[in-house]
C-alpha cells in the first residue's frame, strides 16, 4: 500500500510532563513522573523542563555531555524500549522526545528551534523552545515556555507568546511556522496567576477541593475571552491543585517569610496554576479563501487523513518535592489514519556477525526521501537509547541508490563487540534528523578473542578452564 492511498487507524497515547524544576537535582525514581506501571503502554513522552540548572560551567558541560535530567530520562525509559528522538535545550528551558521503537521509523522531518524572551530577547532565562516533527505523515509541534513572571505581566505573557509564534520558523515547505501543524501544543511555566482573591479565600478553596470557585479568575482563563489566538487552544479542567508555590519536600505552600530590598517582610506566594498544558487543532480554512491556496491544501488533507486528540489525564504529581513547583502530566489518545505504511529504508544483517571478520548489511531505499552523503547505518543495542547511541556505525553509499536497489555496506571486524549479544542496525538519515529504517533483531556471535583477551573462560573438553 502506498503512503497515498487509504491508510489503516490506530491510537496513540501521549505522555506529556511539564515541570518547573527550580535548578534542582533531578529524584532518582521517575517510575510515577512517566507512570510505567500503568496497563496502558504509553508510544510518544514528550517532556519539558524550566529552570534546569544553566550555570555558565554547567551549561558548557551539559552542552558536551547530556544534563544530569535528560541522563535519568534515558536511563529510565531506554530498558522499556523506548528511545530518545531528539530534544532541544536553551539554557535552563529543555524540551524531550522519547519513542518506542517500532514508532522511530515513522517520525521523520525532525527539526527543532529556540527563541529568547529573556532581558529584551537577548537571554535564555525565558522563552520558547520547540520540536517539530511528522508523525505517520501528520504534522505536530511541541513548544515548552517559560513565560514572564509576577501577578501583574499577564499581557506580557501573551505577548511573548504571539512573539515566540512569530519568530519561530522551519525549514518545512508545507509548515514553516508553529501553527501551520495540524496539532500544537502549548505548554510549559506559562507563570499566569490568580488574581484578586486574597490568600486565606485561595487557600480555604484549595483545601476544600473546590478549585471551580478560583477558576474566573486565573488569568490564563481570563485572557481567552479577550485573545482570539489563545480561543484557538483547547484545555483540560483544572481539577488538580495550583502547582505554585510549594515549600520543598512537601505538600504545604510556600511559608517562607519574603524579604524586599530594605529588609522588610513581604508578601507570600499566592498559589497559582501557573504549569498548563494546552493543545490547538489546526482551524479549517474559511470558505471565501482562495481555492489552490497551500492552507487549503492541508485542510483537504485533513479530511483525508483525520486527527483526533482527547485528553484523558490532565493532572498534578504531588509526590514530587525537589522544586517549588509540582509537575503537571497531560495524556492524550491521538488517533489517526496513517499516511504511510512502511519505513523510507529496510535494513537488514548479512551473514553472520562476529568480530572475528568484517560484517555485511544491505539496505534499500523503499521511498524517495533526501538522501545525504552524511547518511549512516549504526549497530545498536537492542535497548539504545538514541540515535547517537550505537556501537559501532559505517557510512551509507555516497551517491544515489535507485529506488528498491539493495545496496551493500561494511562494518569493520574490529569495531563489532567482542561478547555475544542481541542489535539491530539503524539508517540514519541527516536530512531528516532521524532513523528512518531498522532492522529486525539479530545475534552477534561471540569472537575467539574474546577468549584470548580473558573476556569469557575457555572451554577445554567440556570444562571451563
Known amino acids: 500500500m502506498s503512503a497515498r492511498q487509504a491508510g489503516a487507524k490506530q491510537t496513540c497515547r501521549l505522555h506529556m510532563v511539564t515541570w518547573n524544576v527550580a535548578t534542582a537535582e533531578p529524584p532518582c525514581d521517575v517510575t510515577s513522573l512517566l507512570q510505567l506501571d500503568s496497563r496502558q503502554a504509553t508510544d510518544i513522552y514528550v517532556i519539558g523542563l524550566q529552570e534546569v540548572s544553566a550555570t555558565p560551567v554547567r551549561y558548557i558541560s551539559d552542552l558536551i555531555m547530556e544534563d544530569s535530567w535528560t541522563h535519568v530520562l534515558m536511563d529510565t525509559l531506554a530498558p522499556k524500549g523506548y528511545v530518545k528522538v531528539t530534544s532541544v535545550r536553551m539554557q535552563g528551558l529543555l524540551i524531550l522526545l522519547f519513542a518506542k521503537q517500532a514508532h522511530i521509523p515513522y517520525i521523520r522531518d525532525v527539526q527543532t528551534t529556540y527563541t529568547r524572551t529573556g532581558i529584551y530577547g537577548y537571554w535564555g532565562n525565558k522563552g520558547g523552545v520547540s520540536i517539530r516533527f511528522s508523525f505517520y505523515g501528520h504534522m505536530l509541534c511541541f513548544l515548552n515556555c517559560h513565560l514572564a513572571a509576577h501577578m501583574n505581566y499577564a499581557l506580557q505573557r501573551v505577548d511573548e507568546f504571539e512573539y515566540i509564534l512569530d519568530t519561530q520558523d522551519f525549514d518545512v515547505n508545507n509548515t514553516p511556522n508553529v501553527l501551520d501543524h495540524k496539532v500544537v501544543f502549548w505548554f510549559g511555566d506559562l507563570n499566569f496567576r490568580i488574581s484578586d482573591h486574597g490568600m486565606h479565600f485561595l487557600r480555604s478553596s484549595i483545601e476544600g477541593g473546590r478549585y471551580n470557585l478560583l477558576w474566573q479568575k486565573d488569568q490564563l482563563t481570563m485572557m481567552k475571552k479577550k485573545e482570539p489566538l489563545l480561543q484557538e487552544f483547547e484545555e483540560g479542567p483544572l481539577q488538580f491543585k495550583p502547582t505554585y508555590k510549594f515549600d520543598r519536600f512537601s ?18 506566594r499566592k498559589p497559582a496554576w501557573t504549569d498548563r498544558i494546552l493543545w490547538r487543532i489546526r482551524p479549517k480554512v ?4 482562495e481555492e489552490g491556496s497551500s492552507t487549503a491544501s492541508l485542510v483537504d488533507d485533513d479530511d483525508e487523513y483525520p486527527l483526533k486528540v482527547a485528553q484523558d489525564v490532565y493532572n498534578c504529581n504531588m509526590e514530587y518535592g525537589v522544586s517549588d513547583h509540582k509537575p503537571v502530566i497531560g495524556i492524550f489518545t491521538l488517533e489517526l489514519r496513517k499516511k504511510v505504511e512502511r519505513p523510507l529504508v529496510s535494513v537488514a544483517a548479512e551473514g553472520v556477525w562476529s568480530a572475528d571478520d568484517n560484517a555485511l548489511a544491505s539496505y534499500t531505499i523503499q521511498e524517495p526521501f533526501p538522501a545525504s552523503t552524511y547518511d549512516w547505518v549504526g549497530l545498536y543495542k537492542t ?3 538514541s540515535p547517537l547511541d550505537y556501537v559501532a556505525f559505517t557510512w551509507a553509499k555516497d551517491y544515489e541508490v535507485p529506488i528498491n536497489d539493495s545496496v551493500k555496506v561494511c562494518m569493520k571486524g574490529d569495531d563489532l563487540p567482542l561478547l555475544s549479544g542481541q542489535y539491530m542496525l539503524g539508517y540514519y538519515s541527516t536530512n531528516m534528523q532521524s532513523i528512518v529504517g531498522l532492522s529486525p533483531t539479530f545475534v552477534i556471535q561471540e569472537s575467539k578473542l ?4 580473558g573476556l569469557v573462560p575457555e572451554d577445554i573438553n567440556g570444562l571451563d578452564k
Open 251 to 268: 505538600e504545604t505552600y510556600d511559608s517562607s517569610i519574603q524579604k524586599t530590598w530594605f529588609g522588610f517582610n513581604g508578601k507570600k
Open 450 to 453: 574474546a577468549v584470548l583477551e
Open 286 to 289: 474559511a470558505e471565501d479563501d
Open 383 to 385: 535497548d539504545f537509547k
